[in-house]
């Protein structure tokens, strides 16, 4: 189907920069080339400008564009309720099959980081929605039964991080407690070298696990 607005702003458009050849100086090289499949919830247009291979000389059809992809992605989000509830469970199963597995996994992936972002990465209101979803699905075929119901579901997210030895240093020079595994961090990454560590063991030996914060 071809898309209205698509064929619209193909109009008002003034400049199209399409990176299917060699990027000239000064460009960036695009993340992603997007597939050339058909429409899902993004058009092919709405693919092309999110990659960067299209740009608009005007503001306005700038604008456009991401209201329509706005709208888009809403309304996709919103047909969930009905594709969880009433799409045949062998034509679900043919989404799998012709999607593939591994595709499968990818997919649902970026729709959880989708989701994480969208809820501003709040562990514990993601964990509340994953939570009622798994219950929704458990009880997808028992929505008029009270025996059989799964009532409780538990998610626990867990998210660890590679220390930031930006962070770590502007502790260490305001002279916060840092850790020995810390002290390694900045040590790797050529923050802090010979003085600073004999000043640091100088106080450590004062202050046994570390020295408080605020000392000097």
Known sequence: MVDDRDQELGELFDGIEEATGSVEEGDSEPLVTPEDRPRGILSATDREYLCGLKEYAQPQTDANRRQDIRERVINGLDDFALLYLFLE???????????????TEEAISSMTAFAYLALEQDQPRFEECLERGILMAANRDKLFQSTGRATDANVSISVEYNPDPEKLYRQFEQGKNITDAEVGVLVRNGKIEGEDLEELQDKQRIYPGGFPAGHQ
């Open 89 to 103: 469970t062998d034509e679900r199963e043919k989404v799998v099959e012709e999607l593939g597995q591994d595709e």
